[in-house]
């Protein structure tokens, strides 16, 4: 049975969590999930790094383990550009397997020092595979401030437009961190008649190493008064993660309030910033 699980309510609240490093032991994040318990967002998805084969595979592990004990769908990331199309029906059976029907499907970064295999050029390619292989609900990613490799933003509208005919019914998005230019993507994908629901991720900025990480990835805007209050607490922990949550609350109650159809919470593995979010927005996801 697929579980559609964006279209069960009016407005969707999820997680993004990631699988420990392959030097740590599993248990890491099962510790995390624990202090997560009670939050209760509609579902939690977990990632998997594009490295293909040499990665830590755990991610159906995880996905698993978060429905059976946290009776929480969950969502598996794929990105396939490092898979052949055999390794991922390995995959695709192992997820059957573990009773995980929401895939996340996704290319995946090309890596400098490592040839991407060829069966799979873009994610639409997979979607449309995922398709082929039976009862899955696919969700495709997307980018408010245009893919870092699309020709321009129209035709990465364009090949969005691919993925959803592809198969893919539900979206998530890149982080952003003005809502500006999720609106913008917004219009655009309705007048390219991409009809889909679309979730808007949101990431709290809540250290120092997260700051330089954000001003590193040049593909996503930091606006003056986002810059201003890094800049201003940069140097204080507690001050920079309030800040970081209260801009991370600011932006989830602007976009819910313009009836956005979900937002995508990058916890980063935090269960405290989590916490503090879903506790100053629970009521506006009900309403
Ligand atoms: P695509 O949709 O294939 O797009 C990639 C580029 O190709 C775009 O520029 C697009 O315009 C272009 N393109 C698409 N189709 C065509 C076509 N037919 N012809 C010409 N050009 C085309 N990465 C991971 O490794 N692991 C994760 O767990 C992970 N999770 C993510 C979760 C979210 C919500 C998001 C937004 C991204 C995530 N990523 C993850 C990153 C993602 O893998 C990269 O951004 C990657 O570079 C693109 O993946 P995609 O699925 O969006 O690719």
């Known amino acids: 049975?697929?579980?559609?699980?964006?279209?069960?309510?009016?407005?969707?609240?999820?997680?993004?969590?990631?699988?420990?490093?392959?030097?740590?032991?599993?248990?890491?994040?099962?510790?995390?999930?624990?202090?997560?318990?009670?939050?209760q967002p509609d579902f939690i998805s977990v990632t998997l790094g594009a490295g293909g084969t040499g990665e830590n595979l755990s991610t159906a592990e995880i996905a698993q383990k978060i429905q059976e004990e946290q009776f929480l769908p969950s969502v598996a990331h794929l990105p396939a550009v490092n898979f052949s199309?055999?390794?991922?029906?390995?995959?695709?059976?192992?997820?059957?397997?573990?009773?995980?029907?929401?895939?996340?499907?996704?290319?995946?970064?090309?890596?400098?020092?490592?040839?991407?295999?060829?069966?799979?050029?873009?994610?639409?390619?997979?979607?449309?595979?995922?398709?082929?292989?039976?009862?899955?609900?696919?969700?495709?990613?997307?980018y408010p401030e245009t893919h870092g490799d699309a020709e321009s933003s129209v035709e990465d509208i364009r090949n969005l437009?691919?993925?959803?005919?592809?198969?893919?019914?539900?979206?998530?998005?890149?982080?952003?961190f003005d809502n500006n230019y999720f609106y913008t993507f917004k219009e655009k994908c309705d007048i390219a008649n991409i009809n889909v629901p679309?979730?808007?991720?949101?990431?709290?900025?809540?250290?120092?190493?997260?700051?330089e990480r954000m001003i590193k990835m040049s593909s996503v805007t930091l606006p003056t008064k986002f810059l201003k209050m890094m800049e201003r607490y940069e140097h204080n922990p507690e001050a920079i993660r309030d800040a970081g949550i209260a801009y991370a609350i600011n932006q989830i109650v602007d976009l819910v309030a313009q009836g956005a159809d979900g937002i995508h919470l990058y916890t980063m593995n935090n269960p405290y910033v989590a916490q503090k979010i879903r506790d100053a927005t629970r009521s506006l996801f009900n309403a």
């Open 85 to 142: 199309k055999d390794e991922i029906l390995i995959i695709l059976e192992e997820l059957k397997e573990k009773k995980v029907e929401n895939i996340l499907a996704l290319r995946g970064d090309i890596l400098p020092n490592k040839e991407p295999k060829k069966d799979f050029s873009y994610a639409s390619d997979l979607v449309a595979f995922i398709q082929e292989q039976g009862d899955f609900n696919i969700i495709g990613a997307c």
């Open 198 to 211: 679309i979730q808007a991720g949101i990431m709290p900025v809540v250290n120092r190493k997260q700051i």
């Open 1 to 39: 049975m697929r579980t559609d699980i964006l279209f069960k309510k009016k407005t969707v609240f999820s997680y993004e969590i990631f699988p420990p490093r392959r030097s740590a032991p599993i248990e890491t994040i099962y510790h995390t999930l624990d202090r997560m318990k009670g939050q």
């Open 161 to 176: 437009k691919r993925k959803v005919d592809a198969g893919a019914n539900q979206l998530i998005t890149q982080l952003f």
